[in-house]
């Protein structure tokens, strides 16, 4: 089992950016394919990135192409998501996951974060 913990969120700008990151807890972090997830209010749960248990392989949702990045260090036990050219159709709660599988990261991931809010100011 493993618990995630998201910080990093906050009010930004539109054009602005952010880099949120996630801490694992165990050693066993590097076994776990990662990925972020976002949610707006009223709106489906949205995938965001996933990123493969070495960090060799990354998938991001349409709309974030080339502005996010997913990366993550398994040596501190994290993974992080930069965030550039922010919009305000951002702004929502961003959820950090963790499967066993890449393949199930990017729809049922075993494990979830609490959240940490961004929001986008026009």
């Known amino acids: 089992q493993v618990q995630l913990v998201e910080s990093g969120g906050g009010l930004v700008q539109a054009g602005g950016s952010l880099r949120l990151s996630c801490a694992a807890s165990?050693?066993?972090?590097?076994?776990?394919?990662m990925g972020w997830f976002r949610q707006a209010p009223g709106k489906e749960r949205e995938f965001v990135a996933a990123?493969?248990?070495?960090?060799?392989?990354?998938y991001y949702g349409d709309s974030m192409k080339g502005r996010f990045t997913i990366s993550r260090d398994n040596a501190k036990y994290t993974v992080y998501l930069q965030m550039n050219s922010l919009k305000p159709e951002d702004t929502a709660d961003y959820f950090c996951?963790?499967?066993?599988?890449?393949?199930?990261?990017?729809?049922?991931?075993?494990?979830w974060g609490q959240g940490t809010q961004v929001t986008v100011s026009s």
């Open positions: 990123i493969s248990r070495s960090g060799g392989v990354t």
């Open positions: 996951a963790a499967d066993g599988s890449i393949g199930n990261i990017q729809s049922q991931p075993d494990y």
């Open positions: 165990g050693r066993t972090f590097s076994t776990y394919a």
